[in-house]
């Protein structure tokens, strides 16, 4: 089944310990999101990728950078974590074309101790 | 800005009972509507969706949602709540760039 895969599920890093999350999708489509969800809230975008080319939103931290190599995958690198970043990282990808709808990975839990 | 907004942020229902959960929008253009449900400790899910057409739509579980475009509204409603359904809700809107704005989430909590 054509999907949107999030690895790994779980994270545990140390405060300022550099971190990668990784997100692949087999949907080939074109654009792809990495939101931040915090306990109880709703998911905050961080910046998507249209095709190649980089959106970040406005007040997503400089600590937060992403990389996307070929279609297919997008990864999160998180420079210097605080413990305010723990929280649920989602990726998430669109067709452009056709509807609006985003398909959602499982998520990875960061946990920064 | 375009925003969502979701009335009631903390439910309890008994099982059994209807459920109704508000969602306003504030965005003139064509939008599509989704409602996402998150179950504990797990990601988000898609309930159902608006794109076009039936202004009722149906989703999974039971639930449905109705898009009212004069009152910019699209609540989900569900006649009989059960103890699984236990979750938060997120209502979100798309406009013409893609980008999904999602409401602040319903907690709805079913007590057995």
């Known amino acids: 089944d054509a999907m949107v895969i999030q690895n790994p599920r779980y994270q545990v890093t140390q405060f300022g310990k550099p971190v990668t999350l990784s997100c692949s999708q087999t949907?080939?489509?074109?654009?792809m999101y990495w939101y931040q969800q915090k306990s109880s809230q709703a998911p905050k975008l961080l910046f998507h990728?249209?095709?190649?080319?980089?959106?970040n939103e406005a007040d997503t931290p400089d600590n937060f950078q992403s990389r996307r190599p070929n279609t297919s995958f997008c990864f999160l690198d998180i420079r210097s974590p605080g413990l305010g970043d723990a929280a649920m990282y989602l990726c998430?990808?669109?067709?452009?074309?056709?509807?609006?709808?985003?398909?959602f990975g499982p998520g990875t839990r960061l946990t920064v101790l | 800005a375009q925003s969502v907004s979701q009335h009631n942020h903390h439910v309890i229902l008994s099982e059994a009972a209807s459920l109704e959960l508000g969602c306003n929008y504030s965005?003139?253009?064509?939008?599509?509507l989704f409602w996402y449900v998150q179950y504990p400790g797990q990601h988000l899910q898609l309930l159902l969706k608006?794109?076009?057409?039936?202004?009722l739509v149906k989703g999974i579980k039971g639930f449905e949602a109705e898009f009212i475009k004069s009152k910019f509204s699209f609540n989900l409603r569900k006649p009989s709540v059960q103890w699984s359904d236990t979750a938060e809700y997120f209502c979100?809107?798309?406009?013409?760039?893609?980008?999904?704005?999602f409401g602040q989430g319903t907690t709805l909590q079913v007590k057995p």
């Open positions: 949907l080939n489509h074109n654009v």
């Open positions: 979100a809107v798309a406009h013409n760039t893609g980008k999904l704005i």
């Open positions: 998430a990808t669109r067709k452009t074309g056709g509807t609006n709808e985003q398909f």
């Open positions: 965005y003139g253009g064509t939008v599509n």
């Open positions: 608006y794109f076009s057409g039936d202004p």
């Open positions: 990728y249209y095709d190649k080319d980089f959106n």
